[in-house]
């Protein structure tokens, strides 16, 4: 349509948000299906943290706010940051936004000129390339496979970088794959980075804590304090706290870009929704007691998903350090035939024969640029799990 602009060509609908409306659609008309697409808890937010919205409400907290975030808020923030990550912020570089994809856009949109180059590892979450491609940035894929346990190497990292680089998208635990990378991975990375002064860090750290088996988070910043001057920490309140329908993502950088980011938050959204931000500021400062028990319940949907994954013929299925993400590969049933005498020729058709045969939505792994492979989110009863787990066997069991 000649009406639309040059810039939505570049882009397409994403495609997490588009299994998690199918799903919903769906089971809308009736229709029996699971659904492993939508990368959300499904623990409800904790009560002190709805009561602390609705304290915000009944004190009149219903205006606009500072466009950035309220004081309290920033203060949170930048207690989070020194306690949980050893990383000094004074609350004036800290920023909050309505999610986690506007602090990307805020970031990308302030920094990016036509023909910069954002490197993004694959699979990645499938906004960063998206976002950058709207902004006129040209993102470069470098890829992390199943090999290298869906880890990007130092030397890959530094292969793709040029004197165009703007930035390094990085993101652990990962979305879509669960894999995190542990202090001495991220150094090896971060030692690279070092090397290039005129590349900056966008670290995606919305899964912080969900990791399992006792490991041990680390965000680039913090392994190398050398890098805090060109690197953007970014959090939310979204998956540790239960909360993705507030809508609150923060980050802490340089004054010079989060003053950057306010101008275009001024220009845009205006400030993030008062209430939500009062929630957040209970969130962080409130009891941290729920996280392990919630991450605990996680790890045995993990390790229950994953065991029963690797036994469907032609599925395999790594054990990921975090996240609520598995990714196994489905390279041993490309090219069968469905009861049903569907091809399954990639990825994208094996997710939509097991929707349409056996009623269970995930997302195809070309989504997040790297088939054949797909995404489960485990962020659901044991129950589901395993119903689809079997459905998910027998959907394999059937192909020929
Ligand atoms: N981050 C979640 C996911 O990957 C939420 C949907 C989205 O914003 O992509 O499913």
């Not at 894999?179 to 900056?200: G, I, Q, S």
Request: net charge neutral.
């Amino acid at each position: 349509m000649a009406f639309l602009s040059d810039s939505l060509k570049r882009i397409k609908p994403s495609a997490t948000i588009a299994a998690t409306q199918k799903a919903r659609d769906l089971k809308a008309q009736g229709v029996d299906v699971i659904g492993l697409g939508a990368g959300e808890p499904d623990f409800d937010t904790p009560d002190n943290i709805k009561a602390a919205a609705i304290a915000a409400i009944q004190r009149g907290e219903t205006k606009y706010t500072a466009v950035g975030g309220i004081d309290e808020l920033k203060a949170a923030i930048a207690a989070k940051f020194r306690r949980e990550n050893g990383l000094t912020y004074t609350p004036a570089q800290c920023f909050v936004a309505p999610g986690g994809k506007p602090i990307i856009f805020n970031a990308m949109l302030a920094t990016l000129n036509p023909g910069d180059e954002v490197i993004i590892p694959a699979p990645y979450w499938v906004s960063y390339p998206d976002i950058v491609e709207l902004l006129g940035g040209t993102p470069v894929i470098v890829e992390a496979g199943m090999n290298t346990g869906f880890k990007l190497q130092p030397d890959v990292l530094e292969k793709a970088i040029t004197p165009k680089t703007k930035w390094f998208i990085f993101n652990s635990p990962s979305n879509p794959t669960g894999a995190a990378y542990t202090h001495d991975e991220l150094k090896k990375l971060t030692d690279v980075l070092l090397r290039y002064p005129h590349v900056w860090i966008l670290s995606d750290d919305m899964y912080e804590h969900l990791s399992y088996d006792g490991f041990k988070f680390a965000t680039p910043a913090q392994v190398e304090p050398k890098l805090y001057d060109r690197t953007l920490t970014m959090n939310g309140v979204s998956k540790a706290y239960s909360m993705t329908g507030w809508r609150i993502g923060y980050c802490a950088g340089p004054i010079e870009l989060i003053k950057a980011m306010t101008t275009i938050q001024s220009q845009s959204t205006s400030n993030p929704t008062s209430i939500s931000q009062w929630a957040a500021v209970e969130a962080l400062n409130g009891t941290q007691d729920f996280i392990p028990t919630r991450a605990a319940s996680f790890k045995e949907r993990r390790d229950l998903v994953v065991s029963m994954l690797n036994q469907a013929k032609g599925l395999k299925c790594p054990t990921p350090e975090g996240a609520f993400y598995v990714y196994p590969s489905c390279a041993g049933c490309i090219g069968k035939t469905t009861p049903k005498g569907r091809v399954i020729n990639n990825d994208q058709d094996f997710v939509e024969a097991l929707l349409e045969e056996e009623g269970v939505a995930c997302v195809h792994g070309q989504a997040f640029g790297l088939a054949p492979f797909f995404r489960i989110s485990y962020a659901t009863s044991t129950e589901a799990l395993t119903a689809a787990c079997e459905r998910i066997q027998r959907f394999c069991a059937s192909l020929r």
